[in-house]
């Protein structure tokens, strides 16, 4: 089993659209948590940290389940440049802060 | 650019050859990573530095593979005798270790391609 997991997607969606992304860990001593978004051969570039009583930047909201080792990623009013690949991510206590990539949700938003 | 930088961006390589990449992290930075990402995955840890001690290694890191941080500065990543599985892209991102989200900042990353 992958220690973290997404739905890989693509998920197509109209402009305007709020969509929702999911990701489960495995590690239960999972410390930290982040979403990145990297678009098409760049590199990943952090969106938002993810704090245990949600949080929101704008139009994304960040939720953790700790009970049940699950994140999420809500996006409101989708706009075109929201399309990219989002990926989850943890890091494990006592693991000198390394990170642990999902493989990713594809996004793309279309006219 | 007071980002994290990488060269080259793209090495193009036959396979048997030995390559190096270099990474320059944000100034003050005194954690260093290497990761490595294959297409359609996440990237995956290979290894950490703080200033120049290398504290860990991922068991992908085979014995062709070192890393060094020799000033604590910049980093380089070396790849002896390159085989086609090692096709990727090779991130190096850097943090300043404080606090308790450690946010990581990654280079453009290098596109390694064994022929």
């Known amino acids: 089993r992958k220690e973290v997991e997404q739905d890989p997607g693509p998920f197509n969606v109209p402009e305007g659209a709020t969509v929702a992304f999911n990701c489960t860990y495995s590690?239960?001593?999972?410390?930290?948590f982040f979403w990145y978004r990297q678009d098409c051969r760049k590199e990943p570039k952090l969106l938002m940290s993810?704090?245990?009583s949600g949080n929101e930047d704008g139009r994304f909201t960040a939720q953790l389940n700790r009970a049940s080792q699950y994140i999420s990623l809500l996006i409101r009013d989708s706009k075109l440049s929201d399309s990219a690949t989002y990926l989850c991510?943890?890091?494990?206590?006592?693991?000198?802060?390394?990170?642990?990539f999902g493989a990713g949700t594809r996004l793309a938003v279309h006219p | 650019d007071t980002g994290v930088s990488q060269d080259p961006r793209h090495k193009i390589t036959k396979r048997g050859q030995n390559v190096t990449f270099r990474c320059d992290p944000i100034?003050?930075?005194?954690?260093l990573y290497w990761y490595r990402q294959t297409l359609g995955q996440g990237p995956e840890f290979l290894t950490y530095?703080?200033?120049?001690?290398?504290?860990?290694k991922s068991r992908l890191l085979s014995d062709r593979f070192s890393a060094e941080r020799p000033k604590g500065s910049f980093s380089t990543l070396e790849i002896q005798r390159t085989e086609q599985g090692d096709s990727a892209m090779y991130l190096c991102?850097?943090?300043?270790?404080?606090?308790?989200?450690?946010?990581?900042?990654f280079g453009a990353g290098t596109r390694l391609s064994v022929l």
């Open positions: 991510v943890v890091n494990f206590s006592g693991g000198y802060n390394k990170l642990i």
């Open positions: 590690n239960s001593a999972s410390q930290s």
């Open positions: 100034s003050e930075h005194n954690r």
């Open positions: 991102a850097s943090s300043l270790g404080q606090g308790d989200k450690n946010i990581q900042y």
């Open positions: 993810v704090y245990s």
């Open positions: 530095f703080q200033n120049e001690a290398q504290l860990e």
